[in-house]
């Protein structure tokens, strides 16, 4: 039996993955190929605690630190990589991520300002050099991705910077989230041969479509 195939899916806040990957799944489904469904951070039972703690925790007024941060989703991804990737796509199966190591490369490379080499060594040493097949990039302006959030939770507040958003890295200014775009992009520029890259913007359906296309070109291959 070969080695299965490894997609990921990547893009800012609000970009739409959520939605995008369940109606690939129900895609998928409906074709009779089996796959399974994971996500950073959350992937594994350690990942569930690490995402409430590093997405919801109260860290006061200095908050955490840009360093302990990156070092939590590395935690995460070394443990989501041993026991449920591998061994899936050693099993030969379709393996499909909401976000891997090109989210830390974004969120806390672009947009903290971690040194991007020392992310790559991390990230290099954390998924033990596997890369995905194919990512996909669901590209938005930040002010739309923030402005559905807000929708999303119910806020009316100016950008959806309000009560009604809870997750940590949703509430960060508006400047950060354009930064993670930008670096999305430039990720996406550098690897053009594995990255994917789709208008969020577009109509649900009609990026459904262009997803479902990508994916069979890549289990074609």
């Known amino acids: 039996m070969g080695r ?3 997609i990921t899916f990547e893009g800012g806040e609000g970009s739409g993955k ?4 369940k109606k690939l799944s129900e895609f998928l489904h409906l074709l009779g190929v089996e796959h399974i469904l994971t996500l950073e951070p959350g992937g594994t039972e350690m990942g569930k605690l690490l995402r409430s703690y590093v997405l ?3 860290w006061g007024e200095k908050g955490l630190s840009p360093l302990a941060e990156m070092f939590i989703f590395y935690a995460d991804r070394a443990q989501h990589v041993r ?5 899936a796509l050693e099993a030969g199966k379709l393996v499909i991520s909401d976000r891997f190591a090109d989210a830390t490369l974004a969120y806390q490379g672009y947009g903290r300002g971690v040194d991007l080499a020392t992310i790559a060594r991390l990230n290099e040493l954390a998924t033990g050099g596997l890369e995905p097949d194919m990512t996909i990039l669901l590209d938005i302006p930040a002010e739309i991705g923030i402005a559905r959030i807000a929708i999303r939770n119910g806020d009316k507040g100016d950008m959806g910077v309000g009560e009604a958003i809870t997750d940590r890295l949703e509430a960060e ?3 950060f989230h354009r930064r993670v775009r930008s670096g999305y992009l430039e990720i996406a520029n550098t690897a053009a041969q594995r990255f994917v890259v789709i208008d969020g913007v577009l109509e649900v359906q009609g990026i459904a ?5 990508a994916v069979l070109n890549c289990l074609g291959r």
């Not at 959520?18 to 990957?21: A, C, D, K, L, W």
């Open 56 to 58: 919801g925790g109260n």
């Open 4 to 6: 299965g195939i490894f």
């Open 173 to 175: 200014a508006i400047d």
């Open 18 to 21: 959520s939605t995008q990957i």
């Open 83 to 87: 026991d449920v990737i591998k061994p």
């Open 209 to 213: 479509e262009q997803i479902q296309k």
